[in-house]
């Protein structure tokens, strides 16, 4: 039975990246994913890069905004290894609040302000000064389309011979004298010296270690005939 010297569960953005960035290292790297690759909650992101949202759990902001800071170099080379044009955007972002909190690096919008960064979101009715309810600032963040960066990732883990399992559920690790040695699916088994867990929704699912992951439903509305926006808008 072939070995590799990492196996991957889940082929989302993580993982794929992951896999490139091992590849890189000179390590035998294959991924291992239930479905199409990057077709899950990767691929039905909203794209928006916020490291500094006030939604981010404290002890998480520091590694979020080490990751934000990352991706332009983390794009270039993705464009590099894949061929692809990616479009990350630096126009930043306008947040609302009825509460008036904002993260630190924020910068609070009058109406004026507000007016020209977007006019369709600006009121007619509001009075000189700041914002009428709710609170609105300006944070500089970056977003991408999502769909195009996993495809992207996915070019260029192929390019750097990952090899990829695809629809093919991880069900169990296989496990000798207390350690890790492979994993079993649904069509085969498969053994590496390390085992790396993304496959987020079902990270929990793998026997006999299973703990409490479940997916969360989230809702993206096309508006058709809306203004066009330039920003992110929270």
Not at 107 to 122: G, I, N, V, W
Request: charged share 20%; glycine share 8%; net charge neutral.
């Amino acid at each position: 039975m072939k070995s590799w010297d990492v196996i991957i569960v889940g082929a989302g953005l993580i993982g794929l990246s992951l896999a490139i960035s091992l590849r890189r290292q000179g390590l035998r790297v294959m991924v291992i994913e239930r479905g199409e690759p990057g077709r899950e909650a990767s691929y039905a992101a909203a794209g928006m890069l916020a490291g500094s949202g006030m939604e981010i759990p404290p002890a998480l902001r520091a590694l979020a905004q080490a990751s934000e800071g990352s991706y332009p170099e983390f794009v270039r080379q993705l464009e590099d290894e894949s061929g692809m044009k990616l479009d990350l955007r630096d126009q930043g972002t306008i947040l609302f609040s009825t509460a008036g909190k904002f993260p630190e690096k924020a910068k609070m919008l009058s109406e004026s302000e507000l007016h020209a960064l977007e006019p369709a979101l600006a009121s007619s009715e509001a009075s000189p000064g700041q914002c009428s309810e709710p609170a609105c600032a300006y944070l500089e963040e970056r977003s991408i389309d999502p769909r195009a960066l996993v495809t992207a990732a996915l070019k260029a883990a192929k390019h750097r011979s990952v090899d990829i399992s695809s629809g093919n559920p991880a069900r169990a690790l296989l496990i000798s004298q207390d350690r890790v040695i492979g994993v079993q699916t649904e069509k085969s088994s498969y053994s590496a010296a390390a085992i790396i867990n993304c496959a987020g929704a079902w990270a929990g699912c793998l026997r006999p270690y299973r703990f409490p992951v479940e997916p969360v439903k989230g809702q993206m509305l096309a508006l058709v005939g809306a203004p066009s926006l330039k920003h992110v808008v929270r």
